[in-house]
Nanobody, 126 residues
């Protein structure tokens, strides 16, 4: 079993930055592929970014490419999402997710992840 807990959300003006963190426990963190997803009110949950077990491979949604950076610290059992140049349309609840096995083609699919955090709210005002 894996437990995930997000932190770092908040309110920021457009153009600002936030750094989200997701701490994991319950299983060897380095065995987990990790992802970030978000869900805005009345919208489907959507993929934001993913990172491989070692951290050597990352993948981003087109909407955040060049503005967001996913990283991980396996010693600290934490995955991060650095969000720069934030826009009002980035407003959502952000969730981290984990899975043991995932293919490159599936890493943007929420159904490929087995474990989820409770989410952290990010609000970007114009």
């Amino acid at each position: 079993q894996v437990q995930l807990g997000e932190s770092g959300g908040g309110s920021v003006q457009a153009g600002g930055s936030l750094r989200l963190a997701c701490a994991a426990s319950g299983r060897t963190f380095s065995m987990l592929a990790m992802g970030w997803f978000r869900q805005a009110p009345e919208k489907e949950r959507e993929f934001v970014a993913a990172i491989s077990r070692s951290g050597s491979s990352t993948f981003y949604a087109d909407s955040v490419k060049g503005r967001f950076t996913i990283s991980r610290d396996n010693a600290e059992k934490t995955v991060y999402l650095q969000m720069n140049s934030l826009k009002p349309e980035d407003t959502a609840i952000y969730y981290c997710a984990a899975t043991i096995t995932i293919s490159n083609s599936a890493q943007a699919s929420a159904r490929a992840y087995d474990y989820w955090g409770q989410g952290t709210q990010v609000t970007v005002s114009s």
